[in-house]
């Protein structure tokens, strides 16, 4: 196992796939951090802001994490 990163780090979370334009880039700090069975889980806090690029980045952090829902559930009726 590799040592996790410390409750208090900051990130940044880059997420990248089909359902976006163009990667999605997110400061973060490590709010929580465990193994669950085999694999390592975080839990971030963002560190978003009110201005109009976070505010756009948000709306495509919900675009995304709905599209992966919608993939995973197709993949689980198949």
């Known amino acids: ?9 900051r990130a940044l979370l880059v997420l990248d796939g089909p359902a976006l334009a163009e990667p999605l880039r997110l400061p973060c700090t490590i709010q ?3 193994h ?3 694999a390592p ?6 560190l978003g802001d009110d201005s109009p690029d976070w505010l756009r980045t948000e709306y495509q952090l919900q ?3 709905m599209q992966r ?3 995973h559930l ?5």
């Open 74 to 78: 197709r993949f689980r009726a198949a």
């Open 36 to 38: 669950h069975a085999k």
């Open 63 to 65: 675009d995304y994490l």
């Open 41 to 46: 889980r975080m839990g971030l806090k963002f």
């Open 1 to 9: 196992k590799e040592p996790m990163p410390q409750e208090g780090t």
């Open 32 to 34: 929580r951090n465990f």
């Open 69 to 71: 829902q919608r993939d």
